[in-house]
Structure formats: C-alpha cells, structure tokens
C-alpha cells in the first residue's frame, strides 16, 4: 500500500494561510492524491484531489510536485472551523487496491483566534 | 439526498452477542467500505465493496462479515462481539474511479462492548 508522511501537528493563526505538507515518495503513476479532513467528533469530509496538476475548489488549494512525490493542500485564510485533523490519501485508480482509502494518523491542525 | 445514513449512533453490547451495524446511501454509488476509528488513531479499513456483490477484505476484517446485496446497503456484522472491537465505525460510499469526487461519509456508530 502506498504511504504518506505528515507532520503530527500544525498551527495557525485565524485568517492566515496554512500550508499543510505530505510525502508520498512511493506513489504509483495512476494514485490520485486525496486530502481529507475531519472535524471533532465527525466522519472524515472530502476536501479536495489531483492527479498531477495543481486543483483549486472553494474549500482549499492543492499544489503537487512535478515528480508527484510531494503535495500541499493550502487553506487560504484559516478560520476557527478549519480546526480539524486533515489526512492525506492515496487513491489507487486500478490495481488489488481499487477504490480503497489508507489512512494514517494525520495532521492535527489548530486555529489561533 | 440523506447521503450516508448509519444505524444505530450508539450502541452497547455485552461480550458475545452479535449485531448488525446499518449503513444505506442514496446516492447509487458504487464504491462502499467500513471502518474503524480507535482513539487518537486514523481510520482502519474493515471491508469495502466495489459493486453490488462484491466484497472484500481491509486491514483488520478479522470478526467481522459483510454483504452486499443492493447498490444502496452494506451492513456490517458482528458475530461475537469482543472488547476489542470497542470503536466508532465509519460507512463510507463513493462514485467509481478516484478521478471523481472523494468519499462521503456516514456520522459514525459509537460501539462499546462491555
């Protein structure tokens, strides 16, 4: 199973941007990159994915190494509910892990008033 | 569109009994799985599924059976409930293929065997 690195914790001051790094050096040619994020006492929320180009949504920015080996997800201006562990997956598009989310332990994420 | 609805939110059960965990999605997706959250720890994937009956085994399936019977259900069994699978499960659905959005998920069933 492909894996990624991220730093256990992260802090942020409200309505700075946050730049949320991830390793993933062993990622295959056809792993997407998703990020996902989960607030206390909730079910994970997708946040956003990509391939190999940089992805924006209203929620948040992705930025991807051109060797793929490394991403950022960027929260543009932090806000108090973006509080929350944020988890950096690898989506196999094919393959014995088809359709399968590996999580590891995350980024825990705290916003500063 | 209720997306993910699990059942029950909570639930207590003596060591040995068995239950059902419910999970339905109406959102026809094909993709389902389940998982277990332990404190301070990531999501473990029990089982998931591809498509109606399909099934397959995650990282820690070990007391655990599942079925897939229609698009829309994947309920998790219990077969005889052990304090080590004290935990909030997660259900899970996605449209096929990782370039589509991610995952939704259920709010979770808080278990505790005792």
């Known amino acids: 199973d492909a894996k990624t690195t991220q730093p256990n914790s992260m802090e942020s001051n409200e309505e700075e941007p946050v730049h949320l790094p991830c390793n993933h050096s062993?990622?295959?040619?056809?792993?997407?990159i998703h990020w996902y994020r989960q607030l206390p006492s909730q079910g994970p929320e997708y946040v956003i994915h990509?391939?190999?180009s940089n992805v924006n949504n209203r929620m948040a920015s992705l930025a991807i190494a051109e060797d793929r080996k490394s991403s950022t997800l960027i929260l543009h201006r932090a806000t108090l509910r973006d509080a929350a562990v944020y988890y950096c997956i690898l989506r196999a598009d094919r393959g014995s892990t088809l359709g399968r989310l590996y999580f590891g332990r995350g980024t825990q994420l705290t916003v500063w008033p | 569109n209720a997306g993910v609805t699990q059942t029950p939110k909570f639930q207590v059960l003596k060591t040995g009994q068995s239950m059902t965990l419910q999970c339905a999605q109406d959102?026809?997706?094909?993709?389902m799985s389940w998982y277990r959250q332990d404190p301070g720890m990531g999501l473990r994937l029990i089982h998931y599924?591809?498509?109606?009956?399909?099934?397959d085994q995650g990282e820690v399936p070990n007391g655990y059976n599942v079925s897939r019977s229609t698009t829309e259900d994947f309920p998790l069994r219990l077969l005889s409930a052990a304090p080590s699978q004290t935990s909030v499960y997660f259900c899970a659905s996605s449209p096929q293929g990782a370039q589509t959005y991610g995952y939704t998920f259920g709010s979770g069933t808080r278990l505790t065997v005792v």
């Open positions: 959102m026809n997706h094909e993709y």
């Open positions: 062993t990622i295959s040619g056809t792993d997407y």
């Open positions: 990509g391939l190999t």
């Open positions: 599924s591809v498509g109606a009956g399909i099934t």
